[in-house]
C-alpha cells in the first residue's frame, strides 16, 4: 500500500524558513517524480513543484510564485522528498500535500498534509 | 504560464443529475488534462487523466472529454458522494495549473 506522510509545518514568521518532509513506503520511491501540491485555506489548489528521479538527473521545476525561494530536494535512501521553504510570506499559508505520480498517471497518491501558517 | 479557466465556479444539482463541468485552456495542452475531486476534511483524489483516462477504482459514472483546449469532467448520474469541489489541472507544461474549482452543491 503506498502511503506518504507529510512532517514539518508549524507557525513560521514572515521571512523565516521551515523544511517540510515526505516518508514514501509501499512503492519503488527511486523510480518516481515527486510533486508538492498546496492548498491555502479556503482556497484552491496550487502546484507547488516536482523533482524528477536518478534517471532525469533530480532535475527540478517550480511555480512561479515559489520560484527562488523553495527547494524542492528528495533522499532515495531514505524514501523521502522534501521542501526547504526560505523568505516565507503570508501568503505561503497553506497545507502542504506531497504527492507520487506510480501509476503512469498524474499526482496519483497524496499524503493528508502538513500545515505551514505564515504569521507574525 | 498557461491559463485554466473552469466553469461553473458553482453549481446547485439534485441526485441523478447529469452534470458536465468545464475547463479551457488558454493554449493548446493536447490531452494532457487531469480532474480531481476534493472533499471537505479530505485528501484531493485524481479521477481522470489525460483528458478521458478513468483513474484506477474510480465509478464509470465519471468520465472525461475534450483536447487542444476545450475539456469537460461529466457525471453521468451524480450520486450523494459526489458533492464535492472538483479541479482540472494540466500538466501540458510547467509551471503545472489547476483550475479554479467547481463547487457541486445540493440543490
Known amino acids: 500500500e503506498v502511503q506518504l506522510v507529510e512532517s514539518g509545518g508549524g507557525l513560521v514568521q514572515p521571512g523565516g524558513s521551515l523544511r517540510l518532509s515526505c516518508a514514501a513506503s509501499?512503492?519503488?520511491?527511486?523510480?518516481?517524480?515527486m510533486d508538492w501540491v498546496r492548498q491555502a485555506p479556503g482556497k484552491g489548489l496550487e502546484w507547488v513543484a516536482r523533482?524528477?528521479?536518478?534517471?532525469?538527473?533530480?532535475?527540478?521545476e517550480y511555480a512561479a510564485s515559489v520560484q527562488g525561494r523553495f527547494t524542492i530536494s528528495r533522499d532515495d535512501s531514505k524514501s523521502s522528498l522534501y521542501l526547504q521553504m526560505n523568505s516565507l510570506r503570508t501568503e505561503d499559508t497553506a497545507m502542504y500535500y506531497c504527492?507520487?505520480?506510480?501509476?503512469?498517471?498524474?499526482?496519483?497518491?497524496w499524503g493528508q498534509g502538513t500545515l505551514v501558517t505564515v504569521s507574525s | 504560464d498557461i491559463q485554466m479557466t473552469q466553469s461553473p465556479s458553482a453549481m446547485s444539482a439534485s441526485v441523478g443529475d447529469r452534470v458536465t463541468i468545464s475547463c479551457r485552456a488558454d493554449?493548446?495542452?493536447?490531452?494532457?488534462l487531469a480532474w480531481f475531486q476534493e472533499k471537505p476534511g479530505k485528501v484531493p483524489k485524481t479521477l481522470i487523466y489525460?483528458?478521458?483516462s478513468l483513474q484506477s477504482g474510480v465509478p464509470s459514472r465519471f468520465s472525461g472529454s475534450g483536447s487542444g483546449t476545450e475539456f469537460t469532467l461529466t457525471i453521468s448520474s451524480l450520486q450523494p458522494e459526489d458533492f464535492a469541489t472538483y479541479y482540472c489541472?494540466?500538466?501540458?507544461?510547467?509551471?503545472?495549473?489547476f483550475g479554479g474549482g467547481t463547487k457541486v452543491e445540493v440543490k
Open positions: 504527492s507520487a505520480g506510480v501509476t503512469g498517471s498524474i499526482l496519483d497518491y
Open positions: 509501499g512503492f519503488t520511491f527511486r523510480d518516481h517524480y
Open positions: 523533482i524528477r528521479s536518478k534517471v532525469y538527473s533530480y532535475t527540478t
Open positions: 493554449q493548446d495542452i493536447n490531452s494532457s
Open positions: 489525460a483528458s478521458s
Open positions: 489541472l494540466q500538466y501540458k507544461t510547467y509551471p503545472f495549473i
